[in-house]
């Protein structure tokens, strides 16, 4: 009787846990899904993704901790009421659930890994366009200041009068000048390797 008590009892942790394998092989499609949107396209929706299975893996954990320690529990007090051949069984199932909790903290650290991913992507993005801002400010910065400079208000009669001011090619040597600053600007940076 104990020992048909016994089997029973590892039938259905047996079920149980095969439950837990088949929806671990779907949470890992799905962690696969999500790494490869992440890399092709990252977005909050990712992030979304990563943090609902990371939460299914960490119910998963207590409840796989949960079984393991059940099972635990009916090899060391049920021993002398078990039969050979279902402690090894039960014994199987122990390592069973070893290799699901071991399975399912590998997710969760490709889950880390991911969103790592994701946010030195973003991390990236946003330095690009700082860059490219930077640069457009830059090459506006020059000529904006030459024309300001140009914009300013002299007396006629001051000795520290721009003399370019009243000549008639003035405002084509104030625009050339914006021009050379901009070539020196680009050449500089894409010496640099800016551009």
């Known amino acids: 009787h104990a020992k048909g008590i016994s089997f029973f009892t590892y039938r259905l942790l047996d079920e149980v846990l095969d439950a837990y394998f088949f929806v671990l092989d779907k949470l890992e499609e799905k962690i696969d899904l999500i790494e490869d949107h992440v890399i092709e396209k990252p977005d909050k929706i990712s992030v979304r993704n990563i943090f609902s299975v990371k939460k299914t893996l960490i119910y998963f954990h207590k409840a796989?901790?949960?079984?393991?320690?059940?099972?635990?529990s009916i090899e060391k007090e049920y021993v002398a009421d078990i039969d050979k051949k279902n402690i090894k069984r039960f014994r199987a199932l122990y390592n069973d659930v070893t290799q699901l909790i071991d399975t399912e903290g590998t997710y969760r650290d490709?889950?880390?890994g991911t969103l790592d991913v994701y946010l030195s992507s973003v991390s990236n993005n946003?330095?690009?366009?700082?860059?490219?801002?930077t640069i457009g400010a830059s090459?506006?910065?020059?000529?904006?200041?030459i024309a300001s400079i140009y914009g300013m208000n002299f007396a006629n009669n001051?000795?520290?009068?721009?003399?370019?001011?009243?000549?008639?090619y003035g405002y084509f040597f104030a625009l050339g000048v914006m021009v050379l600053?901009?070539?020196?600007?680009?050449?500089?940076f894409k010496k640099k390797g800016w551009l």
Do not use: D, G
């Open 64 to 72: 796989l901790t949960a079984n393991r320690e059940v099972i635990s």
């Open 110 to 112: 490709i889950l880390t």
């Open 126 to 133: 946003l330095n690009k366009v700082m860059k490219t801002l």
């Open 139 to 145: 090459f506006i910065l020059i000529p904006t200041l």
């Open 158 to 168: 001051s000795q520290f009068n721009m003399p370019e001011l009243y000549w008639q």
């Open 181 to 188: 600053s901009i070539t020196i600007t680009y050449i500089f």
